[in-house]
């Protein structure tokens, strides 16, 4: 935890942490705009939505699924996703026969369909078990998209991983922050490409 | 739905709605659309924040060190709220009872993490005390309750506040838009609320909020 320098209060330290990763997700606008418009091909061929994550992380994949589950926005379609943090039996049980790593690949291998979506949560990039989860659904041709912080880490540059928004602060908390943003616009955003369904027929790799 | 039953559809569409599939929703002019309004909501956000740190730059400094006090004296912090909120108080609890590093692990429960308690509670009594219920077995004088809303109208984080205040708890209320009726009680010490008109920017400055409470008040705990 940086100390705050002299002469400025640490909370201001700690809000300004924040204004440059947030600058950044705008720079990777690009990348945004074509994982949207995969994800949105995905759940228009009738994909499901699968997110996964450690610690913290966990808690975001939960926000995701209800997120699309149960709009915020009225008049938006309900999308099916789901948490794979959630069912701490199948996760403490795979965790506890397999080990740790095998939590989300177990899941994926047994819930998935080709069509659906893969979204990894990984805020410094190296979750073994966030890895493997993406390795099998890239593998299954599942959709692969990353939310990864730090420099991105190991998978960020994996081959599995199609599409990836890296949040670029060594700030666990900045980086939960900037992810929470970046699932928000997937989410509005996803929509914004069901109004115009002519556009769906194919994906785009970023 | 099947590839070709997308397609099928999509051309029906086309047909009924021709003013739809003009040139200017073709793929290139979305993508743009969804750039911009990227770039646009990271904009929004930060300068969320500024006036978040404008307006309660006293406030955070101040509940942070009525937090560290109340650790400090043996207190247990009861995180809680629903939706997207329930994983925010999940977020907050585990940050403060298994932070990575170096820094003070400190008691600390979400109120929504047991299913089966949050359900039997529902079922046999309400929704609306699901949250008061457990301060109600769990809160002790000089614990914390943190509860999250982007409304700040929650039922059961009104009945929650009540209850922890009836026992003497540090009352701590993180809400959105005007506070909605978070803002007319006069049970929440401390009270957070983030004005904007999007759901989803509010979340986002509320996280912040708990992430600086959370370093403020481990800085606090530190130079004690």
Same mark, same amino acid.
């Given at each position: 935890m940086s100390r705050p320098e002299h002469g400025t209060e640490l909370i201001d330290t700690v809000f300004g942490r924040r204004a440059e990763p947030v600058q950044d997700l705008g720079d990777q606008a690009d990348t945004v705009a074509r994982t949207c418009h995969a994800m949105a091909a995905r759940f228009h061929q009738g994909g499901k939505l699968l997110v996964f994550g450690n610690g913290g992380a966990s808690t975001d994949a939960q926000h995701v699924a209800v997120e699309f589950v149960h709009p915020v926005i009225v008049g938006k379609r309900a999308l099916p996703a789901l948490s794979l943090t959630s069912d701490i039996a199948t996760?403490?049980?795979v965790a506890n026969r397999a080990g740790l790593p095998e939590v989300f690949a177990h899941?994926?291998? =047994?819930? !998935?369909?080709?069509t659906d979506i893969a979204l990894g949560i990984s805020s410094d990039g190296s979750c073994e078990n966030v890895l493997?989860?993406?390795?099998?659904?890239a593998e299954r041709g599942l959709l692969t998209v990353a939310l990864t912080g730090g420099d991105g880490g190991q998978i960020a540059r994996?081959? !599995?991983?199609? =599409?990836?928004l890296v949040a670029r602060s060594d700030d666990p908390r900045v980086v939960k922050e900037v992810h929470v943003t970046a699932y928000h616009i997937l989410w509005e955003l996803v929509h914004v490409f069901f109004e115009h369904p002519g556009?769906?027929?194919r994906e785009m790799k970023s | 739905m099947t590839r070709d039953r997308a397609t099928e559809d999509t051309d029906a569409m086309e047909s009924l709605y021709p003013f739809l599939y003009s040139k200017e929703t073709d793929l290139a002019s979305v993508l743009e659309q969804v750039r911009q309004s990227t770039v646009d909501k990271a904009r929004e956000i930060?300068?969320?924040?500024?006036?978040v740190l404008e307006r309660d730059r006293s406030k955070?400094?101040?509940?942070?060190?009525?937090?560290?006090?109340?650790f400090a004296a043996g207190g247990r912090l009861l995180a809680f709220g629903n939706g997207g909120s329930s994983t925010d108080a999940q977020d907050m609890a585990s940050l403060f009872l298994s932070p990575a590093g170096n820094e003070h692990p400190l008691p600390a429960i979400g109120l929504t993490n047991d299913i089966a308690v949050v359900t039997a509670l529902g079922n046999d009594i309400g929704f609306e005390i699901v949250f008061a219920r457990q301060i109600a077995a769990w809160g002790r004088q000089g614990d914390i309750a943190v509860g999250l809303s982007t409304s700040g109208n929650s039922a059961n984080l009104l009945w929650a506040f009540d209850k922890a205040r009836e026992r003497g708890m540090v009352t701590i209320g993180i809400a959105g838009y005007d506070g909605?009726?978070?803002a007319e009680l006069d049970s929440i010490d401390h009270l957070f609320v983030v004005p904007s008109p999007s759901v989803h920017r509010i979340q986002e400055a509320q996280t912040t909020v708990y992430h600086a409470l959370w370093e403020l008040a481990q800085a606090a705990l530190t130079t004690r």
């Open positions: 996760v403490t049980g899941q994926i291998r =047994h819930l !998935s369909h080709p493997r989860g993406l390795r099998c659904a994996d081959a !599995s991983v199609e =599409h990836v556009v769906l027929q | 930060t300068s969320l924040r500024a006036t955070l400094t101040e509940c942070a060190h009525a937090m560290a006090a109340s909605g009726k978070m």
